[in-house]
Nanobody
Framework: QLRLVESGGGLVQPGGSLRLSCVGE????????IGWFRQAPGEEREGVAF???????SYADSVKGRFTISRDRDKNTVYLQMNSLQPEDAGVYYC???????????????WGQGTQVTGSS
């Protein structure tokens, strides 16, 4: 069964860092454009980072300079390194994959189940 599996979420203090991972199972991520999205309670899902199949990147303005998306092709994994985390970064983070270039729009065909990032004061 084709699927994406996220991991790496957790509790983080303001200014802290986390690295999220997205592993493809059966899905070969090299062939896909990958997006990272987040959804806070009561909010719509928003795109935060995108990496194309040829490794061009784009970011939401709210995370530019703090988040970095990258691939490890040998591990069939896409990462989201998150630094200088703030309370507004909390939410469930999802990775998504599609052969089409969806950018930061939530139009992807494949979605993971999400990993929770929780802010602590």
């Amino acid at each position: 069964q084709l699927r994406l599996v996220e991991s790496g979420g957790g509790l983080v203090q303001p200014g802290g860092s986390l690295r999220l991972s997205c592993v493809g199972e059966v899905l070969i991520l090299d062939d896909y454009n990958i997006g990272w999205f987040r959804q806070a309670p009561g909010e719509e899902r928003e795109g935060v980072a995108f990496i194309s199949s040829d490794d061009s990147e784009s970011y939401a303005d709210s995370v530019k300079g703090r988040f970095t998306i990258s691939r490890d092709r040998d591990k069939n994994t896409v990462y989201l390194q998150m630094n200088s985390l703030q309370p507004e970064d909390a939410g469930v983070y999802y990775c998504a994959a599609d052969m089409l270039d969806c950018g930061l729009e939530a139009a992807y065909g494949y979605w993971g189940q999400g990993t929770q990032v929780t802010g602590s004061s």
